[in-house]
Structures are given as C-alpha cells and as structure tokens.
C-alpha cells in the first residue's frame, strides 16, 4: 500500500453501519499516493434513488468541492491508516468525518459527527475492500 486508503472497490456493510441518511454504499478510490487521494462514489436510497460523487483532493491541501453534493471539504491524514475529512453540511452546520484502515487493508471504519446548533447526529460507517480496481489504475 503506497497511499493511506488501498485503491480499489470498497462495499459498506449494510447491517453493521449507520449512515447519516440511509443508503447502500460502494466506493472506488482510484487513487490515493499519500498525497492526493482519487474517489467515486455510487449511494442508493432505499426508494432505489441513485447518487454519484467524485472526490479528487491533497492532503493537507486546500479545501475542494465534493462533485455532485457541493461539500467543500479538507482533507487530511493525522496519522499511518487514517483519513480526516472536515467541511460543513449545508443547511446542518460543521462536519468532520474520521477513517481508519485496518492494518490489513481489507476494512475501513469511518466515524463522523455533524453539529447543528447544540445538537450532533453521529454515524458509522464499515467498508470492506472487495479487490483492486476493474481497469488495473
């Protein structure tokens, strides 16, 4: 593993996690060199709704635009395994988002909080690495 997030397709586990609005999961991190981290990512509601998100940003970097929900993030790496992604959701208020892989490679555990007033929603979230990328990047 040459970046922190294995590239590759990762699948969020359904009964283990708790997303912030329900959703099923797959993430394709394209790339990620420990500098610059690459993602795509498909959410379905449970009404069959399908979202797409694309992600290409430094670490450590300045602030970058989530396509396709116009989060405005910053992204880092605190320490070996982990990712911190912090920004704000519009119309809730700040966010930060924390992943940690597992020493493997094969899991990624995702805790994150978002603020409104005086009041924070939590979620949780488990993605297992299903293989590297279809198109060998």
Do not use: C
């Not at 396509?67 to 119309?91: H, I, T, W, Y």
């Not at 809730?92 to 005086?118: C, L, N, Q, Y």
């Amino acid at each position: 593993m040459s970046g922190i997030i294995p590239t590759g397709l990762w699948v969020m586990d359904e009964a283990r996690s708790r997303k912030l609005t329900p959703a099923s999961l797959t993430l394709w991190v394209l790339k990620d060199d420990g500098n610059q981290l690459v993602w795509v990512s498909v959410e379905t509601d449970p009404q069959g709704k399908i979202s797409v998100r694309s992600f290409d940003g430094i670490y450590g970097g300045p602030a970058t635009t989530v396509q396709g929900n116009g989060f405005v993030v910053s992204l880092r790496s605190p320490a070996p395994r982990k990712v911190e992604v912090s920004g704000e959701v519009p119309g809730m208020g700040p966010f930060v988002e924390r992943s940690e892989i597992s020493e493997d490679g094969r899991k990624m555990i995702v805790h994150g909080e978002v603020r409104a007033g005086a009041e924070t929603t939590t979620w949780y979230e488990e993605l297992n690495w299903q293989g590297p990328s279809p198109h060998g990047l």
